[in-house]
């Protein structure tokens, strides 16, 4: 009888030294590289500048909610707005904007209260992203009802980024003080919606006679985190009007 | 009769041991992965835990009162009539929704809430609504309260959420009422 034991290919001492091997061929091809970069360029090649380490604070978030603010009062008081507001909504659309003014003031103690620095100046960023086309095409369409229209949209977006930030905050106080200057542009939006579609029956979402949703005062259940749409400008060759897309500001827009 | 005993089975057996072991450990990382993102989310917010065991208390207080808030409003419907009553309803059904929402929330911490009617309110719709914009401003209030008092950031975000559409209501509801769109937003 022949019993012919057949070991595995790779036994423990084959595996020890190709490992050696393998680590000593690194160890020659490692002293050979050059530090240059071997892919050849052309041009000049920019200097990597790493990012700057930025944390979300309470008072990064209060910075950037008076930024809202300010943004907020800038385009409900803007010509485009005014000059067309009916003589109805006129009054009530500029007493939005002195609302938004007036919590500057309260933003602005908060911030000095945690050795912050406040800030004056409206959200560059989503003024580019949204603002200004929003206020552009308020001008260009010269419709009264944009005006509305504009408002309730600038309300909806500031009561939410509100209920975003309470997520953000570390104090629980702020995050009951960020509640309530929500809930006085929730109460706009409301005030804005009724303006727009008034009485108990613009309560409910519902659809027009040609199945066009119609602007309601309750539109959700829970406060909405989700992107405020407003169809505002002239209608064009379909008789389409330009859809405005407005977000809360996220970490790129916040104001460190 | 030859027999070839062929030792790779013992080698495979091995690698299968380890493999199951790296599987399991591989396991074990993906699933305490969530544990170290929520840790790393509460960093962000200077520690605040996502939830707190403290804060039950303070949150039963809150689903009583929207529980006491849809014995209200099922009151008030009673008599009212097309857009009139398909509106309570609508604000009926959010009361509904957000007690539903803290029921789920508390879970097995939940204390039988009252749902004793908080008013009966009767008249003209604008009497109505009125008597409702009131207790619609209260709630919000006690919610908001309750978000400066709890530190769990998933009940506070929760909370945020029904306040934001609570303060449309009681600004629709005082609009509806007879005030001025200015007064009714409370400026």
Redesign the interface.
């Known amino acids: 009888m022949k019993n012919t034991s057949t070991s595995s290919p790779i036994s423990r001492r084959t595996m020890l030294r190709s490992s050696g091997a393998l680590v000593a061929t690194s160890a020659v091809l490692a002293a050979c590289g050059s530090s240059k970069p071997s892919i050849a360029r052309i041009g000049e090649s920019p200097t990597m500048v790493k990012l700057e380490d930025l944390a979300v604070t309470d008072v990064v978030l209060l910075r950037t909610a008076m930024s809202m603010e300010t943004m907020a009062a800038a385009m409900l008081s803007d010509s485009a707005v005014t000059s067309l507001a009916s003589k109805d909504s006129a009054p009530v659309i500029a007493a939005f904007a002195a609302g938004h003014t007036s919590h500057l003031e309260d933003l602005r103690g908060l911030i000095t209260a945690r050795n912050g620095e406040p800030y004056s100046e409206t959200n560059a960023k989503l003024m580019r992203a949204y603002g200004q086309t929003a206020l552009d095409l308020v001008a260009s369409g010269k419709l009264p009802e944009d005006t509305l229209a504009l408002t309730l949209a600038v309300e909806a977006l500031v009561a939410s980024t509100y209920q975003y930030f309470v997520s953000l905050t570390a104090e629980p106080a702020l995050r009951a003080g960020m509640v309530q200057l929500g809930g006085q542009s929730s109460r706009r939006a409301a005030i804005a919606a009724q303006l727009i579609n008034g009485g108990t029956v613009g309560f409910a979402p519902a659809l027009d006679k040609d199945g066009v949703a119609l602007v309601a005062t309750l539109p959700n259940t829970f406060g909405s985190l989700s992107t405020v749409q407003v169809k505002l400008g002239p209608p064009n060759e379909v008789g389409s009007r330009t859809t405005v897309l407005m977000d809360t500001p996220s970490l790129n827009s916040l104001i460190y | ?8 089975p ?2 495979s057996m091995t690698t299968r041991r380890r493999l199951i072991a790296s599987l399991l450990a591989g396991g074990a990382v993906i699933a305490t992965a969530p544990l170290f993102a929520g840790r790393a989310s509460a960093a ?5 835990p996502q939830r707190d065991p403290a804060d039950n208390a303070a949150l039963n207080a809150c689903l009583e009162r929207e529980s006491r808030m849809v014995a209200t409003y099922r009151k008030a419907i009673v008599g009212l009539t097309a ?2 009553l ?3 309803t ?2 009926l ?2 009361h509904v ?1 957000y007690a539903d ?1 803290l029921k789920g929330y508390l879970a097995v911490d939940v204390v039988n809430p009252s749902s004793a009617p908080l008013a009966s309110p009767i008249g003209s ?1 604008a009497s109505i609504a009125r008597q409702l914009a009131a207790l619609e401003n209260q709630t ?1 209030t006690i ?3 309750t ?5 769990g ?1 998933d009940a ?2 929760l ?7 609570e ?6 509801l005082e ?2 009422g007879g005030a001025s ?2 007064s ?4």
């Open positions: 009769m030859d027999t070839h005993q062929v030792e790779s013992d080698m962000s917010t200077g520690g605040s857009n009139d398909t509106a309570m609508l604000i059904d959010h929704a929402a719709i919000a919610h908001t309260d978000i400066g008092q709890i530190k950031l506070a975000t909370l945020a959420s029904i306040v934001t559409v303060a449309r209501h009681a600004a629709a609009l509806i769109p200015i009714a937003v409370g400026n």
